[in-house]
């Protein structure tokens, strides 16, 4: 879990503090590190900065913009009202909360690789493969708080069953454990048993054959999935961001030569496909923009 | 070409006005017939109507706000400057031009399907697949105003190359003229040599099982990119019009078939995927809405 006070310009006064999330921790345990991390990051930032809200972002799915929370990874919150008890800590102050993946693109669009254009998707491939939409200048939310879920976006309809309940979704072969199986299937054989995601791409840049062929598929899927999102929507910007993006070029060459493949129309030709400008601090920059750029990111009350 | 005089409620003042497109015609042809139906619409208006606009759709592809239209189906129309033509013949008067099927979407969400909701995704299924978005209230443009290419959703990756230049896209499948050339590889001999897919839907009514097998296959695409733009954009709406909508079940129990299959997510799951409510007149009554609605569908100058 991480925190940080952001100035109105985006930058941090005071540095990002961390905390590890609880494993295995309940509901009650979890909020207590949100309260320490929170506690922390003001502590570090300078004495006389005055706190205006505050702004978070949260594993999907949650209900928006009501704010409880049912982090995939985190199985201790189910339903737990995270907004409404961080507006309890907070009484008086603004409190929003969105989606992290949608924090990453608000915070790329705001100060990152869409700083100054109006439009940019934004996609976290990790444990899932999430993503959001500002669109002409305004983050898009949808009728139910859900716009954005680029990782169930079809890319092979024979392809294999996703967790949605859908087949051949983005996030059914891009996914990092999606991979991991994927290349157990084919013979990888890693020497930890638990290894996943990121030890596939180290044994990819070490040239084992069937990790690096990981990661051109999954990079294929994602080329498809952003050549499909990107002539529907005629955005600026793509930002590919989460820990899968962390392989560079073993992910973005193949993204790249299937984007080409499948994105015909001149206007979407050109579109520049990057991995985020702002680092680890886009999580936390993103969740202040909630508050900080007027109502450019939030539509609800 | 066809026009009318829309009132501020979207009901039409008087009749719409009909004319043939002259086959091989010239541009200032072309431009002379748009003069003829806009006078035979005013003419068939009540006396007591004041023009307060002018609003028009025509076939992309076209710049963007500009209005310089090349559409693919009228060649004696490239780069011609419309939006410039309509605004010297109506000096004084704000003049707003969009793309034919961004006009069926504003139709849709201002008066059809879509009205008192958020959202809405058209798509229009004839010569070639196109479409409109409107999310949070608002007609989205794009980067350089082509947002809404459904068309170009990639649904089988794999599959016939498209004239954008890309393989797999929705249009390379759906698009009525690739439906026809399809359904003749597969042995279906229409007795008119020049049979569309107008044609091939009576067949398929009359029970020619490549016929049936053509508008399924149209289907299926339909639904895969439907479901992939709704998990994208999480709309509370898709109409489905154009010429190929009016074959009904034969074209609307596939698509709706697969997408079951594909939109997996919670929040996709019951999605309303209708023909346009407002048939024939959409287009003039989306056209008129450019101006008629505010701001909502018109973002530029």
Known sequence: MAAAVVRGDGSLAGPRAVRPTPPQGGAETLWATVGAVLDDAVRAAPDDVAIAGVGAGCGGPMTWPAGAVSPLNIPGWRRFPLRARLQDRHPGLPVRLHNDAICLAVA????????????????????????????????????????????????DPGGPDCACGGRGCLEAIAAGPRLARWAREQGWRPSDPEADARALADDARAGDAIAVAAYTRAGWALGVA??????????????????????????????????ADHAGLDFAREVPIDPPLLGQEAGVVGAAALLLAGDAYWSAG
């Open 108 to 155: 790329e669009h705001w100060r990152g690789r869409g700083r100054g254009r109006g439009s940019l998707l934004g996609l976290v491939v990790s444990t899932g493969v999430g993503g959001g939409l500002v669109l002409g200048g305004r983050l898009i939310d949808g009728a139910t708080g859900n716009a954005g879920h680029v990782g169930h976006v079809v890319v």
């Open 226 to 259: 952003i050549a499909s999102a990107v002539s529907l929507l005629d955005v600026d910007a793509v930002v590919v961001g989460g820990g899968l993006s962390q392989a560079g070029p073993l992910l973005f060459e193949p993204l790249r030569a299937a984007y």
